[in-house]
C-alpha cells in the first residue's frame, strides 16, 4: 500500500504572498533533472512494472509530460485574463505510456516544461497575482497559486516513482 496521499483527495492553502513565484519557479524549472535522476540506472522491465496494479515508473514519468499540454491552457487562460480555468479533460485514463521509450518521453517533458519556463520567467511580476477560478477545487487560484499546484502535482509523482523503485 502506498504511503502517498491520494492526488485527487488532496486540498491546498493558497495563503502565501505572491512575491515567492521566483522560488515556485525554480521547483517547476528543476522537475525535469529530478526525473531524469528518479529513472536512472532503471531496466526497462522495473520502468514498466506495476506491482500494485497502478501506474508503473514510466506512466508515472508520461503522466507528467501528459499534464504540460493543460497547463499550458491554463497559462494562458491566465495572461488573456480567463475567469476559469480549463478543466482537466480526464480521470483514470488508461495510459499507454509503458509502450514509449523512456528517454523520449523524458526528452519531451524537458522541452515542453523549458518553453513553458521561459515563457514564465518573461512575465511582469504583477501577472503572478492574476486569479482564475479551479473547476477541480472550488477555489480561485492566482498565477502563484497555479505554480504551486504543479510544483506540488510533480513532487506527488516523483515520491511515486521513487516509491516504486523501492518496493
Known sequence: MSAIPSWIERRFNFDFPVSLYPNILARIRGAPPRLEDSVRGLLRGQLIATPDEKWSI????GHLLD????FARRLSAYL???ETLPAAPYLNVKLTHNDCDIAKILSDFRAVRGQQVEQL??????YFARSAWHPRLKVAMRLVDH?????EHD???????????HL
Open 155 to 165: 513532487d506527488h509523482h516523483l515520491a511515486r516513482i521513487w516509491e516504486l523503485r
Open 80 to 82: 488573456s485574463g480567463a
Open 147 to 151: 505554480l504551486f499546484f504543479i510544483a
Open 58 to 61: 514510466q506512466e508515472n514519468a
Open 67 to 70: 499534464e504540460e499540454s493543460l
Open 121 to 126: 520567467s518573461n512575465l511582469p511580476a504583477d
